[in-house]
């Protein structure tokens, strides 16, 4: 069975080591500045230490973005760390959030609404500009939903 794939093969690198490796290094400078806080150069170290904390908060979706491809009958959502499958007939579709980032609607098992946030892949959301990524657009084929606003 053939299956596609919505998410960048990137995935794991955005969601984990991007965050994880920023985190660590805004976390050294502000130690460095607090260590250093009666030395001259402390005002820059915290200067370098806002900016760090600025872009670091920029990373913060991406520890909520999740690996997702379907097949003829089912989607499947990895965190990496466990994996689960839902029906195609239960996705309701998808919508853009947050630029670049997309939010996958669909109902579980019990019936209550739930969504996953994919990042699609990269060489897509920069042909695509501010459309619909192609794997997004047969995706809509494949379930017959079209976009949620």
């Not at 170290?45 to 806002?50: A, C, D, R, W």
Request: avoid cysteine.
């Amino acid at each position: 069975m053939e299956t596609n794939t919505l998410s960048s093969r990137l995935t794991f690198l955005y969601k984990w080591m991007l965050p994880v490796f920023f985190g660590f290094v805004t976390l050294l400078v502000w130690v460095a500045a607090i260590a250093l806080h009666a030395e001259p150069d402390a005002l820059a170290l915290v200067v370098i230490g806002l900016l760090f904390t600025f872009f670091f908060l920029l990373l913060v979706p991406f520890l909520f973005i999740q690996k997702v491809w379907y097949d003829d009958k089912l989607m499947y959502i990895s965190n990496f760390r466990k994996a689960r499958q839902v029906a195609l007939k239960q996705v309701k579709g998808y919508r853009r959030w947050m630029f670049y980032f997309y939010k996958i609607d669909f109902t579980n098992d019990q019936g209550n609404a739930e969504n996953v946030m994919i990042l699609p892949h990269i060489v897509e959301r920069f042909l695509a500009g501010m459309g619909t990524p192609f794997s997004l657009e047969d995706f809509e084929d494949k379930i017959g939903e079209k976009a949620i606003g």
